[in-house]
């Protein structure tokens, strides 16, 4: 079964609007942490933001926020005040275990993102 | 964050050759290094994971013995693709995790094989 699913292969967005990039997880570990990663036509992998399962609040990095909703199992990636920069593929990952845990990272598909001038 | 190295950041190699990736943590210690590939347009595929000074754990479908991979040092982990086909060709990353347990991911290398 597919532990990170991202449904949005594609996604536009107008240059300076915001937009939010979709991904439901898939665990019965209740010590996890999930994370959005950027990576541009250059091929590296950015680190973006991070959420952990037993965080109160939802994560934000600047123009970056995590919609964590546990009981829904979605942590979705709001992209405020998008630029032409963010134009890119956004992956969702999962990290199974606790802090301590060097466990893998479970990636969803990717959605690429297009901002439009 | 801490900085991951990858050398060859590209490289071409003919059929029935083998190559060698060099991954290198350059300001932390890697106990753990991961190694992923990933085609054109798709996500990151976990091939293996290894510890320092054990042998690495692969994933299900990934052949050791084509994808030998060694993690010597806290800082040095290297992949070679061995007897190399076309079907090889792919974009390859490496990932570092210290003692925070953070990934900190190389710049990749993109292998064509001929």
């Known amino acids: 079964a597919q532990k990170i699913t991202q449904t949005q292969p594609g996604m536009f967005v107008q240059e300076k609007e915001a937009v939010t990039l979709d991904c439901t997880y898939d665990?019965?570990?209740?010590?996890?942490?999930l994370f959005w990663y950027k990576q541009p036509s250059s091929g590296e992998m950015i680190f973006l933001i991070y959420?952990?399962?037993?965080?109160?609040q939802n994560a934000t990095e600047g123009r970056y926020s995590l919609n964590f909703q546990k009981a829904r199992k979605s942590a979705n990636l709001v992209i405020s005040a998008s630029q032409l920069g963010d134009s890119a593929m956004y992956f969702c990952a999962m990290r199974e275990g606790g802090s301590g845990n060097t466990g893998k990272l479970i990636f969803g598909q990717g959605t690429t993102l297009q901002v439009k001038p | 964050g801490a900085v991951v190295s990858q050398h060859p950041s590209w490289v071409i190699c003919k059929s029935g050759t083998s190559v060698k990736i060099e991954c290198r943590s350059l300001d932390f210690q890697a106990t753990t290094m991961f190694w992923y590939r990933q085609f054109p347009k798709q996500s990151l595929m976990l091939m293996a994971t290894s510890n320092e000074g054990s042998k690495a754990t692969y994933e299900q479908g990934v052949e050791k013995d084509k994808f030998l991979i060694n993690h010597a040092s806290l800082t040095l982990s290297t992949l070679t693709v061995t007897s190399a086909h076309p079907e090889d060709s792919s974009f390859y990353i490496c990932s570092g995790s210290g003692a925070n347990y953070e990934q900190y991911f190389g710049p990749g290398t993109r292998l064509t094989v001929t």
């Open positions: 665990t019965s570990d209740p010590s996890y942490g």
């Open positions: 959420q952990g399962s037993y965080d109160q």
